[in-house]
Every structure is written in C-alpha cells, then in structure tokens.
C-alpha cells in the first residue's frame, strides 16, 4: 500500500513537501517515483528514488526545484517541491517500481491514490 500526503493549496512561490508511506511491500531492490497528472493531460514523472541506493531523477524541468529523498526507518519517502507555480497544480501520484525506477507510467505497477497539489494566488 502507498498513501500519499502533504497536498494542498500555495501561493506561486512558495513550497510544499509529499509523502509517500509504503506498507506491505517485500521486495529487496525497488523504487518510488512521483508522477503527476494535470487535467486532460497526461501522467508524467517528476522524480524517483531507488531506495536500495539512494540514486535518484528527475524530470529536466523539475531539476533544481524539487528534491526527492528516502527515510528507509520509516518506509517513506519525500518529495520537496520549492518556488511552485500555477502550471505545477496537478494530482501528485507515488508509484513503486519492482524493479526499480521507471519514467513510464505503465513501468510502475503499484500505485497510491494521489494528492492534490494547487498553487494559485
């Protein structure tokens, strides 16, 4: 199970921080990728971590801005999102992938249920 959290409203500007609580997973090597989904639009990543060695990516346009990181104790894993902007309002998805980390949607076979992110003044 992923549950994400941390979602809501901010000004353009400012900063918010996702989480994402993992349960009931065993899998020795995995990763745990952010996606977002904007209205009409399509899913896209934003950032993943492999939790087995901390490696990470991003998406070209989110370098910078976002940063991504793991507390294993925890089974959690962040996503910092600085200077948002109103193009940035979307459904933030934390998806896991068996084997590893994978851009594509479809390469991520479990899935939380999303939390929203707006940023308007």
């Known amino acids: 199970q992923l549950v994400e959290s941390g979602g809501g409203w901010v000004q353009p500007g400012g900063s918010l921080r996702l989480s994402c609580a993992a349960s009931?997973?065993?899998?020795?090597?995995?990763?745990i990728g952010w996606f977002r989904q904007a209205p009409a639009k399509d899913r896209e990543s934003v950032s993943c971590?492999?939790?087995?060695?901390?490696?990470?990516t991003y998406a070209d346009s989110m370098k910078g801005r976002f940063t991504i990181s793991s507390d294993n104790a925890k089974n959690t894993v962040y996503l910092q999102m600085n200077n948002l902007k109103p193009e940035y309002s979307a459904a933030y998805f934390c998806?896991?992938?068996?084997?590893?980390?994978?851009?594509?949607?479809?390469?991520?076979?479990?899935w939380g249920k999303g939390t929203l992110v707006a940023v308007f003044s």
């Open positions: 998806a896991l992938g068996t084997d590893g980390c994978d851009d594509d949607p479809y390469g991520m076979p479990y």
């Open positions: 009931g997973f065993t899998f020795d090597y995995y990763g």
């Open positions: 971590i492999n939790v087995s060695d901390d490696s990470t």
